[in-house]
């Protein structure tokens, strides 16, 4: 099994900057996209982020050049670091990994998520 550990959410001015860390521990043999989505009140969870396992990433429409999505792998982490934020941005902000583990190739598994509120 494959747990999430999310931190790094709160309650940010307009223009501020939140860092979000989302760390997976458990029977890891891989893990292959490490990403970034969220939900907003009355809203569909979207795609935020995602950096799979060669190092690309992926960004939506809504946050190119303002967040940037980082892993470090020694400790199977991903970050988000998120600048310029926007009320817009206010959302729930889920952690998604998918990890092979033992007998459970590829599958994914979900953060509890994290409040991310922008407001002043």
């Known amino acids: 099994q494959v747990q999430l550990m999310e931190s790094g959410g709160g309650l940010v001015q307009p223009g501020g900057s939140l860092r979000l860390s989302c760390a997976a521990s458990?029977?890891?043999?891989?893990?292959?996209?490490m990403g970034w989505y969220r939900q907003a009140p009355g809203k569909q969870r979207e795609s935020v982020a995602g950096i799979i396992s060669d190092g690309s990433t992926n960004y939506a429409d809504s946050v190119k050049g303002r967040f940037t999505i980082s892993r470090d792998t020694a400790k199977n982490t991903v970050y988000l670091q998120m600048n310029s934020l926007k009320p817009e941005d206010t959302a729930v902000y889920y952690c998604?990994?998918?990890?092979?583990?033992?007998?459970?190739?590829?599958?994914?598994?979900w953060g509890q998520g994290t409040q991310v509120t922008v407001s002043s």
């Open positions: 458990g029977s890891i043999l891989s893990i292959k996209y």
């Open positions: 998604y990994v998918v990890a092979d583990a033992p007998m459970r190739p590829s599958v994914g598994y």
